[in-house]
């Protein structure tokens, strides 16, 4: 089955910085990868997500890559502000499927 | 407004005790799941339904049970065969075979 790895597991950044999150997966049938943020005692929300068949998307600062052959995508936000301080999950699916790989999520903090 | 509730957001229960969480959505969803969250993991699998009154095993489905007698509905019992059951409980919903997945605000869940 998929297995999706993620690193970091916590991330400190200065406001206005760059933050960047990877994750790494195992099966090649997995074609649709979301990130969602989870902010403390509350459900994770979709941010953003990519298929297969782009190597990248962005929504104002935030950006994702996917790179099919090395199985990896990541997620990128750039100026960052202390609103963006949460806990992001990346995911790996099938999209015809409704079986979602987690990772174990990165804490990122945004200090002012 | 559309979404996914879940009540009760904290729930305190007793070693030996059943308890049901529950998971409403208005979002016409046919397919719904139920994650288990522990500090510093990523979100388990427990059980998922793509239609009414069918329901799959997901990952981690030991000491837990669900039923979907609703499209609206699918809550989830915590039985006392659970070993370890203190923990943050999602709920989600999707329209099947499309992978985005919209998650409620989580219950969290102590065992005294």
């Known amino acids: 089955g998929e297995n999706v790895e993620q690193h970091p597991s916590t991330l400190s950044v200065q406001e206005g910085d760059s933050a960047v999150i990877k994750c790494t997966y195992s099966?090649?049938?997995?074609?649709?990868f979301p990130w969602y943020k989870q902010e403390l005692g509350k459900g994770p929300q979709l941010i953003i997500d990519i298929r297969s068949n782009v190597g990248e998307k962005k929504d104002q600062r935030i950006a994702v890559t996917l790179n099919k052959t090395a199985k990896h995508f990541s997620l990128h936000i750039t100026e960052t502000q202390p609103e963006d301080s949460a806990v992001y999950f990346c995911a790996a699916a099938q999209y015809n499927n409704n079986d979602m790989r987690f990772g174990a999520g990165t804490r990122l903090t945004v200090k002012p | 407004d559309g979404g996914i509730t879940q009540s009760p957001k904290y729930l305190f229960r007793k070693e030996g005790q059943n308890v049901t969480l529950s998971c409403e959505q208005n979002l016409n969803h046919d397919a719904m799941y139920w994650y288990r969250q522990d500090p510093g993991q990523g979100l388990r699998l427990i059980y998922y339904s793509q239609i009414v009154n069918d329901f799959q095993k997901g990952d981690i489905a030991e000491g837990y049970s669900v039923s979907r007698e609703k499209k609206e509905s699918f809550p989830l019992t915590v039985t006392s065969a659970q070993k370890n059951p203190t923990a943050f409980y999602l709920c989600?919903?999707?329209?099947?075979?499309?992978?985005?997945?919209?998650f409620g605000p989580g219950t969290r869940l102590t065992v005294l």
């Open positions: 099966d090649s049938a997995s074609n649709y």
């Open positions: 989600a919903s999707s329209i099947p075979y499309l992978a985005e997945q919209f």
